[in-house]
């Protein structure tokens, strides 16, 4: 797909790539409901990630070159940025691909059965809806429309606090009162429940620290300090949003699709 500079062109291809991301997760849900198949479950989540990082996250943006050779000009400054936060996004996924070794590891092909599936799956809808607006809302900004921005801004704020509350506040008491508890002395769970709450608690964290960002960039834009052609506090809000969003597409397969429930 080519990366056009046409607005209503921009806005097209982010409906595309969500409703690829939406057919996809069906279809993730069907696999394991059906057939419980691993592999298949591994390739739809990297499709999906593929999806997010190349479009949504703009990786593709880190090769393009860069005319002004002005270290001091915006544009050099921006792509140097750009870097420097996928290094740190890079970093911070050691940390989320050390939760996902210490699951494999210690569940191997068995699961929480304790989670309730439908509530896995909304939460998850929620959040890919929240990195569709996200999308939305740099792109209006882009073109220089902050008004649009601030309003798909809200609403990805609501949707991720939405995201926050379903997990911490709604599938956390669900589980617990289904017996699952952190600890790993627990002879009901073993390292069930830990697992389930240190890859959901950081997970969170990063949901709350993303909202926090959100909140920043909507007040600078109320504020008007972007403009379409400086406006990296926004796209570096955005690529973290969805970077939140790329994160949850493998822990949403590996705590609530694959391998065997087990209570």
């Known amino acids: ?9 921009a806005f097209s291809q982010g409906v595309v790539i969500f409703v690829y991301l939406a057919v996809l997760t069906a279809l993730e849900f069907a696999i394991a409901v059906a057939f419980d198949a691993v592999p298949l479950l591994v390739v739809v989540a990297i499709a999906k990630a ?6 949504y996250m703009h990786i593709y943006k880190l ?15 921006t792509n140097t940025n750009r870097f420097g936060l996928w290094l740190f996004l890079l970093s911070d996924t050691f940390v989320f691909a050390g939760l996902m ?6 569940l191997g092909l068995s699961r929480p059965g304790q989670l309730n599936q439908y509530l896995g799956l909304g939460v998850t809808a929620v959040l890919l809806v929240s990195s569709f607006f996200m999308n939305r809302g740099e792109i209006a900004m882009s073109f220089g429309d902050t008004k649009k921005f601030m309003n798909n801004t809200l609403i990805t704020f609501i949707l991720g606090l939405g995201f926050l509350i379903g997990v911490v506040f709604v599938e956390w008491r669900l589980a617990a009162a289904e017996g699952l508890t952190a600890g790993f002395g627990s002879p009901a769970t073993g390292p069930t429940g830990a697992v389930f709450y240190m890859m959901t608690g950081m997970h969170a964290f990063h949901v709350l620290t993303g909202l926090i960002f959100l909140g920043i960039v909507w007040n600078n834009a ?21 970077f939140v969003d790329l994160v949850w597409i493998f822990f949403y397969p590996a705590l609530y699709l694959i391998g065997t429930a087990v209570k």
Do not use: P
């Open 1 to 9: 797909m080519e990366h056009t500079q046409n607005k209503s062109s």
């Open 50 to 55: 593929a999806l997010v990082a190349y479009y």
């Open 63 to 77: 090769n393009q070159e860069d005319a002004d050779l002005d270290h001091h000009s915006y544009s050099y400054k």
């Open 101 to 106: 070794v210490m699951r494999l590891n210690l």
């Open 222 to 242: 109320r504020k008007g300090v972007y403009t379409a052609e400086k406006h990296w506090g926004v796209e570096a809000s955005t690529v973290y949003w969805h």
